[in-house]
T-cell receptor, first 114, second 108 residues
Framework: KAGVTQTPRYLIKTRGQQVTLSCSPISGHRSVSWYQQTPGQGLQFLFEYFSETQRNKGNFPGRFSGRQFSNSRSEMNVSTLELGDSALYLC?????????????FGEGSWLTVV | KNEVEQSPQNLTAQEGEFITINCSYSVGISALHWLQQHPGGGIVSLFMLSSGKKKHGRLIATINIQEKHSSLHITASHPRDSAVYICAAPNTGNQFYFGTGTSLTVIP
């Protein structure tokens, strides 16, 4: 069974641009969540989607958005990039939305904003 | 105050030593997760536990729901155990809160 796949793995963007990151969950998993990891703040929850609906959102500005498609694939978008958005963005999938299910992470997308 | 507190932040051990990493949380949870992150970013879920104790190879995780405390133990540590270990506590609303991580280095 293929794991969680994130693309692209590495990207460099300029301040003010926007970026879209993609996540393909494990087949059959309906819950996809996104996280930001920075050296200063550690791992922080961005949002979670389940069956195309956003169920939870972390404490991030509206420039961070996401969506989930009917095949459970998810995208997150960051608009008007700031230097502080440079981070590792991780997505994870679970078979159901229940927090007691094992969570599987992708390798992450490394975003550098210059 | 963070919802999840983890200690120690950094840990260096000699190969073969017994290691303990602690995690305390304040949110109401259904299960607590222990994660391992190697350099390069990839995160692997080691344990998900809601009560008692779980063992996988040389790794043991325990949780005390009443005291809101969990520990991760590594017996007979090995250099390949060198990684960052993170505890994660999802609240009842499915929002994950993370500890700051424990950076473990095991010296041969």
């Amino acid at each position: 069974k293929a794991g969680v796949t994130q693309t692209p793995r590495y990207l460099i963007k300029t301040r003010g641009q926007q970026v879209t990151l993609s996540c393909s969950p494990i087949s059959g998993h309906r819950s996809v969540s996104w996280y930001q990891q920075t050296p200063g703040q550690g791992l922080q929850f961005l949002f979670e989607y389940f069956s195309e609906t956003q169920r939870n959102k972390g404490n991030f500005p509206g420039r961070f958005s996401g969506r989930q498609f009917s095949n459970s694939r998810s995208e997150m978008n960051v608009s008007t990039l700031e230097l502080g958005d440079s981070a590792l963005y991780l997505c994870a999938s679970r078979s159901a939305g229940f927090s007691g299910n094992t969570i599987y992470f992708g390798e992450g997308s490394w975003l550098t904003v210059v | 105050k963070n919802e999840v507190e983890q200690s120690p932040q950094n840990l260096t051990a000699q190969e073969g030593e017994f290691i303990t990493i602690n995690c305390s949380y304040s949110v109401g949870i259904s299960a607590l997760h222990w994660l391992q992150q190697h350099p390069g970013g990839g995160i692997v879920s080691l344990f998900m536990l809601s009560s008692g104790k779980k063992k996988h190879g040389r790794l043991i995780a325990t949780i005390n729901i009443q005291e809101k405390h969990s520990s991760l133990h590594i017996t007979a540590s090995h250099p390949r155990d060198s990684a960052v270990y993170i505890c994660a506590a999802p609240n009842t609303g499915n929002q994950f809160y993370f500890g700051t991580g424990t950076s473990l280095t095991v010296i041969p």
